[in-house]
């Protein structure tokens, strides 16, 4: 069974560009959580979808939005990005109807933003 | 809103056994997350607890009082391999779904 993945593992971008990830859940998970992890802040939620729909979403401004596509795939994108928007892009799926509903997480798109 | 609780970093010793604190506050609760993130990878699922006492899985046991607002995860005979971070999540009662980490403490084995 595949587990998360994610595109681009890495990528660089300047100040002001804007960038997208995507993230593919197991197959049969229809929850996708993003989160962004930094040095300073650890794993900070960022965004929930669950068929097609955010159902939660964490502190950030909303230059920070995200989408679901009907195969649960799903994609965040970051608009005028600054310096501070450098970190690790974690995705993560989960199936809660069964088990503890924990979240298996894909190895994350690491940003750098110059 | 959700806090959570855990010390920075941590240092034990291999054969040894260590315990990794966290409290909690939120506005509510639906069980508790401890995850496992070696360094440059995802992290990794260790342990669930939502109701009150001990979950032992292997080497790894979690432990949890919900009216403390406090878990602990042991560890027992460390292995080199165990050096890692160690996250602990929290996930909320009226949004199921949305789990939140703490910043995480490291600990490093030493031989």
């Not at chain 1, 909303?62 to 450098?86: A, W």
């Not at chain 2, 609780?5 to 401890?34: H, K, R």
């Not at chain 2, 878990?71 to 949305?98: F, H, I, N, P, T």
């Amino acid at each position: 069974k595949a587990g998360v993945t994610q595109t681009p593992r890495y990528l660089i971008k300047t100040r002001g560009q804007q960038v997208t990830l995507s993230c593919s859940p197991i197959s049969g998970h229809r929850s996708v959580s993003w989160y962004q992890q930094t040095p300073g802040q650890g794993l900070q939620f960022l965004f929930e979808y669950f068929s097609e729909t955010q159902r939660n979403k964490g502190n950030f401004p909303g230059r920070f939005s995200g989408r679901q596509f009907s195969n649960s795939r799903s994609e965040m994108n970051v608009s005028t990005l600054e310096l501070g928007d450098s970190a690790l892009y974690l995705c993560a799926s989960t199936r809660r109807d069964i088990g503890t509903g924990e979240l298996f997480f894909g190895e994350g798109s690491r940003l750098t933003v110059l | 809103g959700q806090n959570i609780d855990q010390p920075t970093e941590m240092t034990a010793t291999e054969g040894a056994i260590v315990q990794i604190n966290c409290t909690y506050q939120t506005s509510g609760f639906n069980g508790l997350f401890w995850y496992q993130q070696h360094a440059g990878e995802a992290p990794t699922f260790l342990s669930y607890n939502v109701l009150d006492g001990l979950e032992e899985k292997g080497r790894f046991s979690s432990f949890l009082s919900r009216s403390k607002g406090y878990s602990y995860l042991l560890l027992k005979e460390l292995q080199m391999k165990d050096s890692a971070s160690y996250l602990c999540a929290v996930r909320d009662l009226g949004s199921a779904s949305k789990i939140i980490f703490g910043s995480g403490t490291r600990l490093s084995i030493r031989p």
